[in-house]
T-cell receptor, first 115, second 114 residues
């Protein structure tokens, strides 16, 4: 079974609009962490945001917020006021257990911002 | 801001040759990782390393692969006899002391096996 599922292989959004990238996860471990990474065409993996399973509030980092719905096992990324530079591949990822555990990645969503 | 660095950025090699990919993790970090991403696919975990030992490895990490921390700063991935299917982007990552949450990734090494 897939641990991380991203159901949107590609999305097109108009510049300045908000966009939500979907992510669901599957784990029976009560302690886990959820991540979003951005991969531009240059290839590097850029950390965006992190949510711990015990965190009471949704994580936010600038224009990025993580809509964490624990009962639904979803961790959607919301980008407010999208910019042309947001065009990239976005990966949802999870680690199970302690902070040093390996990270498991989803298949990614390619986001394209239209001017 | 400290960052993970990797060299080379791109390596081209012939099938059957040995390659060594190099990483310099963030200086006070203790846990180190290698991941790979075949073109157009998702990122896959290869191996984790702590206290000079492999702490976990995936089924991809077979006898052709090895890791080493030869000195206090470098962390290397060696592929002994490369195959065409080893062509991928290889990412190094590190994390500091327990309590930190984020693995920081290097910029990657693109390996092309001909």
């Amino acid at each position: 079974a897939q641990k991380i599922t991203q159901t949107q292989p590609g999305m097109f959004v108009q510049e300045k609009e908000a966009v939500t990238l979907d992510c669901t996860y599957d784990t029976s471990d009560p302690s886990y962490g959820l991540f979003w990474y951005k991969q531009p065409s240059s290839g590097e993996m850029i950390f965006l945001i992190y949510q711990g399973s015990y965190d009471q509030q949704n994580a936010t980092e600038g224009r990025y917020s993580l809509n964490f719905q624990k009962a639904r096992k979803s961790a959607n990324l919301v980008i407010s006021a999208s910019q042309l530079g947001d065009s990239a591949m976005y990966f949802c990822a999870m680690r199970e257990g302690g902070s040093a555990s390996k990270i498991i990645f989803g298949s990614g969503t390619r986001l394209s911002i239209r001017p | 801001e400290p960052e993970v660095t990797q060299t080379p950025s791109h390596q081209v090699t012939q099938m059957g040759q040995e390659v060594i990919l190099r990483c310099v993790p963030i200086s006070n970090h203790l846990y180190f990782y290698w991941y790979r991403q075949i073109l157009g696919q998702k990122v896959e975990f290869l191996v984790s390393f702590y206290n000079n030992e492999i702490s976990e490895k995936s089924e991809i990490f077979d006898d052709q692969f090895s890791v080493e921390r030869p000195d206090g700063s470098n962390f290397t991935l060696k592929i002994r006899s490369t195959k065409l299917e080893d062509s991928a982007m290889y990412f190094c990552a590190s994390i500091g002391l327990a309590g930190e949450d984020t693995q920081y990734f290097g910029p990657g090494t693109r390996l092309t096996v001909l």
